[in-house]
């Protein structure tokens, strides 16, 4: 309803054609700001696009451009040839990914269901429990050395999946959520016979698909962009990520060299190193892209959901 | 009493199950690393591990703190946040009053989502891009001046301009988050305001900062003191891809967390970088419990607990 109203207002000013001067102002600031703040958030993708589509001569003589002027697509041509560290990496990232968020989608919504529940007398001191690991933490180093040295999950598909799983903050978001089914629901289940588990998984779960699908993104988002455990746990080259792959080879064009040499390419004339890379970052980051005009909603929603409770 | 908690052990049973995978995770991730603080105080050897080591007083921070790095790093850490706060929050409510007011729902729809695509990108990939445009020798920006006959500029070894540079970056990455939360703030205002204001006379501008902005104070307050909270803990990824290891910036870049990493990873220094985590978490421990506080004497509902 408010945003109704909001918007006959506006559209009696444009129907009755005489717009006074304040709203003609703002509508150059409004959509001028907009404008250019919207072009300078896309910009930078324009840049690693255009580089990667354009020859190695031409950026190294007038450095990386908006717009492709000498168009070139050797990059990708060497990237798809030798493809082998690449394609390893992606399945990584896949694996974790689907793995990471399921695991992370089950245990979030299984812990906030049981804190959910008004019947359980002790839901405010485990809700402590957990709140309170965002209060205070060991830092890093105990941290560390507990992956390492005791648990030895370094270079282990666990130290890319476990330390991502649990989040105190999606808890509370799907907690909040949880709290907003009708209690009768759960009343009546009980009446029926149902246990508590059962009334978790085949009355409560299908309820909060939207919350799912939320938390789900937002889980699925931070495994993809995740380059920081392997930063820390990953050394075996078989297990690198997606985005510490591409970290590696940003930093290190012989490590690049290697690669290619390693998938049996021939490197005698020196390799396009500069598109090399934005093509490889590109390929990284091209099914976030894709995928987000699908997703982008469901983001929206969380943060809603988030700004809400605070 | 004791009968009663068997009892009650017994009818939660199915609740204690369930929440059993999400403790033992806690434990095990968050309880025990901070019962690991002792390292703090011990000469770490890798024979001896966490409890075997030998004591040694404050040696680790006294350390810390004479080599100098605690007071720069400590200082960078709070500046930096200092700043994104301001920065990042003016910029995303600005946006978002504009988002909210301007007509044209295809126009809205697209801007949206373009200052919101940053957020979905990983720092390594702005790391890449900071470079390509920042770098001294192909880098765009350098790229103009040389086409304009000026003076390229040395980024990567000049500590000067990275304040600015990494406020740049945080805000541009930050901003259609913050939007989004704000807009939402914005919408859930009454509109029987803009109404009144209306009928007062009131033009587009004063009923902007008569109507919109006060309505945002709530929201304002609280997710800055939320920030404010956290003002000891540095961004690593961004300053880790921004910066990297370049020591040559780290006057004006190094923050508490690249700088535990750094003394961890790098110099294998266990006791000092376990002293210099412990020095950040104490401090943010503080400051988020009076930053609780105040939001209680602001609004007891809006405490954190």
Redesign the interface.
């Known amino acids: 309803?408010?945003?109704t109203?909001?918007?006959l207002?506006?559209s009696f000013a444009?129907t009755s054609g005489v717009k006074?001067t304040?709203?003609k102002i703002?509508?150059a600031?409004?959509?001028g700001?907009?404008?250019i703040?919207?072009?300078?958030?896309?910009l930078?993708?324009l840049?690693?696009v255009s580089?990667s589509l354009t020859s190695e001569n031409k950026?190294?003589t007038?450095?990386?451009?908006?717009i492709p002027t000498d168009f070139s697509a050797e990059a990708y041509s060497i990237l798809f040839k030798y493809p082998a560290e690449m394609i390893q990496a992606y399945l990584v990232t896949i694996g974790v990914t689907i793995g990471g968020t399921l695991l992370g989608l089950f245990?979030t919504s299984?812990?906030s269901?049981?804190?959910s529940?008004r019947d359980?007398?002790?839901?405010n001191g485990?809700s402590?429990?957990?709140?309170f690991?965002t209060?205070?933490?060991?830092?890093?180093?105990?941290?560390?050395?507990?992956?390492v040295?005791?648990?030895h999950m370094k270079d282990t598909v666990l130290a890319l999946i476990?330390?991502l799983?649990?989040n105190v903050f999606y808890?509370i978001v799907m907690k909040s959520f949880l709290g907003g089914i009708p209690e009768a629901i759960v009343e009546s289940a009980k009446i029926d016979g149902a246990?508590?588990?059962r009334i978790?998984a085949q009355l409560i779960l299908p309820l909060s698909k939207p919350a799912l699908a939320t938390i789900g993104l937002f889980l699925a988002?931070a495994y993809?962009?995740?380059?920081?455990n392997a930063l820390?746990f990953v050394s075996d080259e078989k297990l690198m990520p997606l985005?510490?792959y591409?970290?590696k080879m940003?930093?290190n064009m012989d490590g690049m060299r290697k690669a290619m040499m390693g998938a049996g390419a021939v490197v005698t004339t020196a390799l396009p190193t500069?598109s090399l890379?934005?093509a490889m970052?590109v390929v990284?980051?091209g099914p976030?892209?894709l995928a987000?005009?699908f997703v982008?909603r469901y983001?929206?929603q969380g943060?809603?959901i988030?700004?809400?409770k605070? | 009493m004791r009968s009663g908690f068997w009892h009650?052990l017994r009818k939660?049973k199915?609740?204690?199950?369930?929440?059993t995978?999400?403790?033992i995770?806690?434990l095990?991730?968050?309880?025990?690393?901070?019962?690991?603080?002792i390292?703090?105080f011990k000469r770490y050897d890798?024979a001896g591990?966490?409890f075997g080591s030998a004591w040694n007083g404050w040696d680790n921070f006294r350390f810390f703190f004479d080599s100098g790095n605690a007071w720069q790093v400590t200082r960078n850490t709070a500046l930096y946040n200092i700043a994104f706060i301001v920065v990042n929050n003016a910029l995303q409510i600005?946006?978002a009053i504009?988002?909210f007011?301007?007509?044209g729902k295809w126009?809205r729809k697209?801007?949206q989502?373009?200052?919101?695509?940053?957020?979905?990108?990983?720092?390594?990939?702005v790391?890449?891009?900071a470079?390509?445009?920042l770098n001294y020798?192909?880098?765009?920006v350098?790229?103009?001046l040389?086409g304009l006959g000026l003076e390229p500029v040395d980024i990567y070894n000049t500590p000067a301009y990275w304040p600015f540079l990494l406020v740049l970056v945080s805000a541009?990455k930050g901003?259609?988050?913050g939007t989004?939360?704000y807009l939402?703030?914005i919408?859930?205002?009454?509109?029987e305001m803009?109404?009144a204001a209306?009928i007062d006379g009131a033009?587009?501008?004063q009923r902007i900062l008569k109507v919109t902005i006060p309505n945002l104070y709530p929201?304002i307050i609280?997710l800055v003191l939320l920030a404010v909270g956290n003002i000891f803990r540095g961004d690593?990824?961004m300053f880790y891809?921004m910066v990297?290891n370049n020591g040559v910036l780290f006057s004006s870049t190094d923050v508490i967390?690249t700088f535990?990493?750094r003394s961890?990873?790098t110099s294998n220094d266990?006791g000092m970088?376990?002293a210099?985590?412990?020095f950040?978490?104490v401090l943010?421990?503080a400051t988020?419990m009076a930053v609780n506080y105040a939001v209680r004497r602001y609004d007891k509902d809006?405490a954190l607990?």
């Not at chain 1, 402590?128 to 709140?131: K, Q, S, T």
């Not at chain 1, 209060?135 to 992956?147: A, D, E, K, T």
């Not at chain 2, 095990?28 to 603080?37: Q, V």
Request: negative net charge; aromatic residues 22%; glycine residues 8%.
């Open positions: 309803m408010s945003a109203e909001v918007n207002d506006k444009k006074k304040d709203q703002f509508a600031i409004g959509y700001s907009l404008t703040m919207a072009v300078l958030c896309l930078p993708f840049l690693v580089s950026i190294i007038a450095g990386y451009q908006f245990l299984m812990t269901y049981a804190l529940r359980f007398k002790w839901r485990f402590f429990f957990f709140f690991t209060l205070f933490s060991g830092g890093l180093v105990p941290w560390y050395l507990l992956i040295n005791y648990l476990v330390p799983v649990l808890i246990g508590d588990f978790y988002l993809w962009n995740d380059w920081y820390l985005q510490y591409l970290y940003l930093g500069e890379k934005m970052t990284a980051t976030i892209l987000y005009p982008q983001f929206v943060l809603t988030g700004a809400v605070g | 009650d939660y199915m609740f204690l199950l369930m929440l995978p999400a403790v995770f806690y095990l991730f968050a309880y025990i690393p901070m019962a690991g603080i390292i703090a890798y591990g966490i600005f946006a504009l988002l007011e301007v007509g126009f697209i801007v989502s373009a200052l919101f695509l940053p957020y979905f990108i990983s720092w390594v990939v790391g890449a891009i470079y390509n445009l020798d192909i880098g765009t350098n790229a103009l040389r541009w901003l259609g988050y989004v939360m939402a703030a919408t859930s205002i009454d509109t803009y109404e209306e033009n587009i501008f929201t609280i690593f990824g891809n990297g967390d535990v990493f961890l990873i266990i970088s376990a210099a985590g412990v950040q978490s943010g421990f988020i809006r607990f």
